[in-house]
């Protein structure tokens, strides 16, 4: 009789650390769609707030204007790091970059004065872009507005295209974690079948029966989280030796990690308790059918 008990508390245990190891994996495979997200969205608010915009100036403007026409972009919520440029220091930095004075040949300066700047990300689309350049050629002075609107439209185009493949990986992650996790709780819960039934025979309530198992599958679900976080950070230091920390930063680990966590609570439970009602609703002619 103690060896049998020793047979099935070892068999148990067995299982719980089985449900742990596989749930923990399940969580991992999560925590880096989730990150492969944040990572995505980051990749792409860095692209987009490196647009380069120019704004063209007349040539009669001076440097007192030209900053206060900076200022005024400073309190745009739309507009980032503006930087105006004489055109004689426009002259300067492409005769450098051609190697050549372009004055030489003209006969003057043939650039204007201009201010650049860079762009919010959540702005980055050529609907906002469009009545952005109407507001600022309104501004006394400004000439022209340039940007480009084909690498706009690529850049939302593939943003687009890399969201949906990732919620559809992400999609199709759930439900396969879900399935695996269930018939795993399930399959712990199983080998206990008799022993619910027991208690049920002498009248132990559902909730005084299900406790257990639930509590149990609180336990697998906070020790798998936490085995996946290990995992999980070992790899967020990787990144950050690859210093990619704009990329992979702290709110990415947090979102991931209390995803995961929230993840391995929510997923045990509910499989637990449907699993334990499963067996619950069974009268003892189906125990053995199963």
């Excluded at 009545?131 to 706009?152: A, Q, R, S």
């Excluded at 990732?166 to 999609?171: N, Q, T, W």
């Excluded at 695996?180 to 199983?190: A, Q, R």
Aim: one cysteine or more.
């Amino acid at each position: 009789m103690g060896k049998k008990k020793k047979k099935s508390g070892g068999r148990q245990r067995l299982q719980v650390v089985t449900l742990c190891i596989s749930t923990s994996m399940v969580l991992i495979l999560i925590g880096l769609v989730v990150a492969g997200i944040l990572v995505a969205r980051n990749i792409s608010t860095n692209i987009k707030e490196r647009l380069p915009i120019t704004m063209y100036i007349e040539d009669d403007i001076n440097e007192t204007e030209g900053q206060k026409l900076c200022e005024f972009l400073q309190d745009k919520p739309y507009a980032r790091h503006p930087k105006y440029t004489s055109k004689e220091q426009v002259l300067k930095e492409e005769t450098e970059r051609m190697g050549t004075d372009p004055s030489e040949f003209a006969g003057m300066n043939p650039y204007l004065p201009q201010i650049d700047f860079q762009l919010a990300a959540e702005y980055a689309e050529n609907d906002s872009l469009k009545w952005i350049k109407e507001e600022l050629t309104k501004l006394p002075k400004v000439t022209e507005i340039t940007y480009p609107e084909d690498l706009v439209d690529s850049i939302n185009r593939l943003v687009r295209i890399i969201s949906l493949i990732l919620l559809a990986l992400a999609a199709l992650l759930l439900i396969v974690s879900i399935v695996l996790i269930n018939n795993t709780v399930k399959l712990g819960i199983y080998s206990r079948r008799f022993n619910i039934h027991t208690m049920k025979l002498v009248g132990a309530s559902w909730g005084f029966i299900r406790n257990p198992f639930i509590r149990q599958g609180i336990g697998i679900g906070l020790i798998a989280a936490l085995i996946a976080g290990v995992v999980l950070t070992g790899l967020w230091g990787f990144f950050f030796q690859m210093k990619t920390n704009s990329l992979v930063t702290w709110q990415v680990i947090i979102i991931t990690g209390l995803t995961v966590l929230l993840f391995g609570l929510i997923i045990t439970t509910v499989c637990s308790w449907l699993s334990v009602n499963k067996f619950l609703k069974m009268k003892a002619g189906e125990l053995y059918k199963i």
